[in-house]
């Protein structure tokens, strides 16, 4: 039986490709360059929706690399006099989000 082949061009599906990646809201990687996060789209895009107190305790706090002036990704993790608040890089804090995930204790609770 012969079998019938029908081109489709690269760039078709290239577009095709990155229709379906939008509508299903799957961003890749490489996309969050240059995008900043305040606590709030943080602790929802990568903590589970834990509060943004738990986040600096349990994370900021636990892992000191994570702040800026240690070489990582959180500048001002605990709102300071002068800042505006916290401002997060997206693409380096998850990165280092799934390479930590298992170091995190995410079953810890906040003291009353």
């Known amino acids: 039986m012969a ?20 509508k299903l809201h799957l961003v890749p990687k ?3 360059k240059g ?15 834990k509060s943004a107190n738990w986040v600096r305790t349990f994370i900021f706090d636990e892992f000191p690399e994570t702040d800026y002036e240690n070489g990582g990704w959180c500048i ?8 505006r608040g916290t401002t997060i890089f997206a ?3 998850t990165r ?13 609770r906040l003291a009353n």
């Open 96 to 108: 280092w989000m799934e390479a930590h995930k298992h170091d995190i204790d995410w079953n810890a």
């Open 3 to 22: 079998q019938l082949s029908i081109p489709i061009p690269d760039e078709q599906i290239s577009s095709a490709v990155m229709e379906v990646v939008k």
């Open 30 to 32: 490489s996309d969050l």
């Open 35 to 49: 995008i900043t996060w305040d606590i709030n789209e943080f602790r929802k895009q990568c903590c589970g929706g």
């Open 91 to 93: 693409y380096e804090a």
């Open 76 to 83: 001002a993790p605990h709102k300071q006099a002068g800042t």
